[in-house]
């Protein structure tokens, strides 16, 4: 997927931080050109946020909104104003770029091309951007840079300076000798009282009216206010008319009104609604100031532009695609305009600056209500020697803009209302597959594009999401954030099929059911003895029943002539019972009770002993039942030399306690037990192992065998290239940098080794290199091993249903699957390979949701990565966890709140395996 982004202000910014972070939590290969007319430093346009702005031109929005995946400005800067000088914001959007430029995930690139673009097109399957073929392009242009309207194309007749106040440089060329008119008394304006060094400025408005200062009310008072808004909200959200958002926000201001304290006055509140409040301009600044300061009551047009403010997201969400033309159209649109200078304007200390001015005579108010009237006789009528254009280009289509070229060539559709460019709720223009666009363009046909707010409305994670779907080799798969893609086994895709086979399981047996099928644990043992026989060394094989409690997995090592290992009376009782030698029996367990020690000795099981003392302990047992005890001392390997561990004791300890020759007790073997899965280290230790041998054979001792105990490495996944990028996901959002995509940020510090290599057979066979084998040959030792989840690899799954689907009290969607989360779960934090979903419910909108279990605890996750269902989820539908034979099924399944344990069905026999069956 090749995709464009036109525009590296703030919205390119999100938008490219957005394709990239979907990119790497969903797979998706994307190469990211970002254009911008001059190199990227985080400027939406002349002026807006550029490093080398004024120091005194400040932010007009709390710097708290301020937020990217860099983190938030305020963060990134630390302490400072409310409001800071934008030059600062633009340097924190600069690093920020720089920040998405380091962390571009594994399978993306990213280039900025230092160009202004005046041709896109549609070009089959994809877009045309400057003769470049694309599959994607999105236009983030921002506000127009020029326009018809602009002051500075024609000039102002008899003014000599004509300047633009969104050129910084321009407005060095006024100075105190100047009397300046300023077309404009909106944001700008006050940039431009900071500035400029006009002896007098005279602003100039069609409206006749100042921009209000925002006030914001205490802690306690907003928690006051809470039901209020709350129903306000929804009363807009679901406005049938004009009528409904109105009287909302007559509602929500009086509320607003008693909460600061103020009486009420639904009069007032009226008046500003209708923009019919106010009788002078100063005053009435003065006393938005003086609200804003705590010094007055707060009034009518305050509290109406809190109520807006406040109610901003439900207006968005109402009257944006359309919505605008079913509650007013025009009517609605005149009430957003007159709003906008009670709810959206300067910082307290700016607009004390302007009423000082003000004061001194410096500003002057006399055309403040004229600018519908000859901009070149009222510069006469005043002497004005400058004039300063501090009008922005007009939101929606502007003639001679990139946006406005596509309309005209029937590229992109005009909303003729508003005369905003129509978008899709994804951004793509209407009646277009590959071009989109955001911002400014839109605005009327979508409400709140402020240039640095994300939370407003959804047109760019929406656009983020089409594209990298787009991008995905197989879009309609269910994977987990980021995709982790199980490695295949012909028997799962039979069993899942049509999901009729899951459901009679789950219908027969509940949910959880773990499926198991032994046939690929024969082929999982013949690669490890011919590896084995490569290198000339017997091998032998023990599974470790610790692993998985079905005992159809036992009688498959006892049929192919291996054995097992066990961990527990029980263990131990069974596989006696199914038939197996004690012989091919190795007792390995880490508490070793006498009843269990008497079961092996009756039946000349080979045993583990993990000490000295335990050995002394095993020779009394044999000698009260007459019988010789077939040991395998537990070798403990040098801790200089290999992490140290808790089983089983140093070399010299065995070798001394065995130089006296002990009744009782046949050593027939050396044991260890081996954290980890690297070859290396078991090869130092089958050399520790037979220096032991050599020691105890020349205390008289045979050993046969050398045991290293489990720790055979598989592969769960089927893409290195996933691992690596889950890898660079998770310390991305360790970092802080990427967005969480597990439960509440878990770091999932300790994960098994899902992709590595080598494994089994060519793992063994590194084990025995470096002259292991030919030592091994030597001595006349064989090797034995043994395995649990390596064995088990591709021998079952684990079905659940899914029991409901819901969202969590923050809106994070949840589905909550009939099982509990100790049964799929081992030591390590987490399961990382993605489900299978059985759909068994129609097709329903893409979700991406977490799952939890049965257990009546806030963290009852099944997997702590969110996971992507293309096709949505529902209850009745069936997931899937593959694999789970090693481990996950039993080693920390519990009954708490007595629900019964999973049942464990052999497949494709259909019936329950024995182990289950009482």
Avoid at 26 to 38: K, Q, S
């Amino acid at each position: 997927m090749r995709a464009a982004i036109i525009g590296a202000g703030p919205r390119g910014l999100w938008a490219a931080e957005e394709l990239m972070a979907r990119a790497r939590e969903r797979g998706a290969a994307i190469e990211l050109d970002v254009y911008n007319d001059g190199p990227v430093s985080g400027a939406s346009g002349p002026g807006a946020y550029q490093p080398g702005l004024p120091a005194q031109w400040l932010l007009n929005v709390p710097s708290e909104i301020v937020e990217t995946h860099l983190g938030t400005f305020n963060d990134w800067r630390g302490a400072g104003d409310t409001f800071p000088p934008r030059r600062e914001v633009g340097r924190f959007l600069a690093a920020s770029w720089a920040a998405l430029a380091a962390h571009v995930p594994p399978s993306c690139s990213l280039s900025f091309v230092d160009a202004r673009v005046r041709e896109v097109a549609p070009a089959g399957e994809g877009v045309e951007v400057e003769g470049t073929l694309y599959d994607e392009a999105l236009l983030t242009t921002g506000h127009a840079h020029d326009w018809p309207g602009a002051l500075t194309r024609g000039g102002v007749e008899g003014v000599g300076k004509v300047l633009s106040a969104f050129a910084p440089g321009d407005l060095d060329a006024v100075t105190e000798a100047d009397t300046a008119i300023v077309r404009g008394a909106a944001l700008t304006f006050v940039d431009v009282v900071r500035h400029a060094r006009a002896g007098v400025l005279y602003p100039l408005t069609r409206g006749g009216r100042f921009m209000a200062v925002k006030a914001f009310l205490p802690d306690d008072a907003v928690a006051q206010l809470g039901p209020a808004l709350a129903f306000a909200r929804e009363r807009i959200r679901t406005a049938k008319g004009f009528e409904d958002v109105y009287e909302a926000l007559v509602e929500l201001s009086g509320e607003v009104l008693a909460a600061s304290g103020a009486g009420p006055d639904e009069a007032g509140v009226r008046a500003v609604l209708d923009g019919k409040d106010g009788a002078d301009p100063v005053e009435d600044l003065r006393a938005s100031l003086g609200v804003a300061l705590g010094e007055r009551a707060w009034t009518p047009a305050a509290a109406v532009g809190y109520a807006f403010r406040a109610a901003y997201d439900a207006v968005i969400e109402r009257s944006s695609f359309g919505g605008r033309d079913s509650i007013g159209g025009e009517r609605f649109g005149r009430l957003t305009r007159t709003l906008e200078r009670v709810a959206f304007g300067p910082p307290a200390e700016t607009a004390g600056e302007v009423l000082a001015l003000i004061d001194s005579g410096r500003i002057r108010t006399d055309l403040l209500g004229r600018g519908h009237e000859d901009l070149a006789q009222l510069a006469r009528e005043v002497g004005a020697s400058a004039v300063i254009d501090a009008v922005n280009a007009p939101p929606g289509l502007v003639e001679g803009t990139l946006e406005a070229e596509l309309v005209r060539r029937g590229i992109g559709r005009e909303h003729p209302e508003t005369g905003s460019l129509m978008v899709e709720r994804d951004g793509t223009l209407a009646g277009q597959r590959h071009i989109a666009a955001a911002g400014r363009v839109s605005e009327g046909w979508i409400l709140g594009h402020d240039t640095l707010r994300r939370g407003e409305h959804e047109v760019i994670p929406a656009w983020a999401r089409r594209v990298t779907r787009a991008a995905l080799a197989d879009p309609e798969r269910v994977h987990g954030l980021p995709p982790l893609r199980p490695r295949e086994v012909s028997w799962w895709r039979e069993l899942l099929g049509d999901g009729q086979e899951c459901a009679r399981l789950v219908e027969t047996f509940g949910s959880p059911v773990n499926v198991v099928n032994p046939a690929p644990m024969r082929d999982n043992i013949d690669e490890l003895v011919r590896a084995g026989a490569a290198e000339g060394v017997e091998t032998k094989v023990f599974f470790a029943r610790k692993a998985n409690k079905a005992l159809v997995f036992a009688d498959e090592a006892r049929e192919m002539g291996h054995g097992v290992d066990v961990a527990s009376e029980n263990e131990l009782r069974q596989v006696l019972e199914r038939g197996m030698p004690g012989e091919r029996i190795i007792c390995s367990a880490a508490i070793k009770p006498d009843r269990l020690l008497a079961l092996a000795l009756d039946n000349a099981v080979v045993i583990s002993a993990d000490s000295r003392a335990e050995a002394e302990r095993i020779a009394r047992l044999a000698a009260a039942r007459g019988v010789v005890a077939k040991v395998a001392p537990r070798l403990a390997p040098d801790p200089r030399t290999m992490p140290p561990t808790r089983f089983g004791e140093r070399l010299d300890a065995w070798a001394e306690y065995f130089r006296t020759p002990r009744r009782n007790l046949r050593v027939v073997g050396i044991h260890a037990h081996l954290h980890g899965y690297a070859a290396a280290d078991r090869a130092s230790a089958l050399r520790e192992c037979m220096r032991l041998v050599d020691a105890l054979a020349a205390s008289g001792h045979a050993p046969a065998f050398v045991d290293i105990g489990g720790g055979v490495p598989m592969s769960y996944l089927a893409d290195e290239a996933q691992w690596r990028a889950y890898q660079d996901a998770i310390a991305l959002q360790r970092s802080g940098y990427a967005e969480p995509f597990t439960w509440k940020s878990d770091p999932l510090r300790n994960t098994y080794p899902y992709w590595q290599e080598p494994t089994r057979g060519a793992w063994l066979a590194e084990v025995l290199s470096g002259g292991v084998a030919e030592a091994l040959r030597e001595r006349g030792l064989r090797l034995h091993l043994e395995p649990g989840r390596s064995l088990v690899d591709g021998c079952g799954l684990t079905l659940a249903e899914v029991a409901f689907t819901k969202t969590r009290s923050d809106g994070v969607p949840l589905v909550g699957l009939a099982m509990n989360r100790t049964q799929c779960r081992t030591t390590s934090d987490d399961f990382l390979i993605d489900p299978y979903l059985v759909k068994r419910t129609p097709p329903s909108e893409e979700i991406e949701a977490f799952l939890v279990g049965a257990y009546c605890i806030e963290d009852e996750l099944i997997l702590r990565r969110k996971i992507r269902f293309p096709r949505g989820v529902a209850a009745g539908d069936l997931v899937a966890l593959p694999n789970t034979a090693g481990y996950f099924m039993h080693i920390l399944e519990s009954a708490s709140h007595q629900i019964p344990l999973a049942k464990n069905v052999v497949w494709p026999a259909g019936r329950l395996d024995d182990i289950d069956v009482r």
